[in-house]
């Protein structure tokens, strides 16, 4: 696992300072991909949304690596809607993450790694946790300990029925039983820093899925020489 100190958008930010901000576009929508081919040199039209505005971009190659029902929005009127709508049909289950914030002394040993992934055959609801700030110092005030937990996911669709609160303290009953000194439960409350809903966190490459994919490229890569579907 990797990280900048000041979080990932770091990493897009300094590559548009370095390239110019007239070539990397940050923080805009595709609404649409045209393709002429007449055009030899620069066949797609990229049509892009910005607050509000709307910008043009003429290309010679596009690379698409948006989740599936983008895909299938953005490749309106070059993919066949029969096929886009099995692309859209992929199945994403919801995932929250919650981070919570500990004392140092509620856990029953110093933390020292990455996490932990937490087998179903454990019965605890929790899918795994990353130790934030062991793996990145500064991440929380000193004498804290900061933990970034999943849960919810294809085997747990009743996650979306219970409330944010609810969440963060079914996490936290989670991790107790884990991480934390016996009597933590009551003796350590934690502090919840964010509950975050992924409505469509994962996408599930259930059976057929392969299927979707062939009859995708088929229908744009196999089509139009130079888009990309990632």
């Known amino acids: 696992l990797g990280s900048f100190r000041k979080g990932l958008g770091m990493l897009p930010n300094a590559v548009s300072e370095k390239l110019g901000k007239n070539r990397v576009l940050l923080s805009h929508a595709v609404e649409s991909i045209e393709y002429d081919q007449k055009n030899a ?20 190659r596009v690379a698409l690596t948006t989740p599936a029902r983008a895909t299938a929005k953005i490749l309106r009127g070059l993919v066949a809607d029969e096929t886009l709508a099995k692309v859209d049909q992929v199945y994403y289950p919801e995932v929250v993450s919650v981070t919570l914030a500990y004392p140092n002394e509620a856990f029953t040993t110093p933390l020292k790694g990455f996490g932990n992934l937490i087998p179903r055959s454990m019965k605890v609801r929790t899918l795994g946790t990353i130790w ?12 804290e300990t900061l933990l970034l937990s999943y849960i919810g996911g294809a085997r747990d669709v009743a996650i979306k029925d219970i409330s944010d609160e609810e969440v963060a303290q079914q996490v936290h009953a989670d991790i107790a039983k884990i991480l934390l000194k016996k009597g933590a439960l009551e003796q350590f409350p934690p502090r919840v820093v964010g509950v975050r809903r992924w409505e469509r966190a994962i996408p599930q490459y ?25």
Do not use: D, M, W
Request: hydrophobic share 30%; glycine share 10%; proline share 7%.
């Open 132 to 143: 934030s700030s062991v793996l990145f110092p500064g991440r929380c005030p000193e004498g």
């Open 206 to 230: 259930n059976v057929g899925h392969e299927a979707v994919i062939k009859e995708l490229l088929a229908a744009s890569e196999q089509r139009y020489p130079g888009l990309h579907i990632g």
């Open 41 to 60: 040199t620069h066949p797609y039209t990229v049509t892009l949304s910005h607050s509000g505005s709307q910008v043009t971009v003429r290309a010679k």
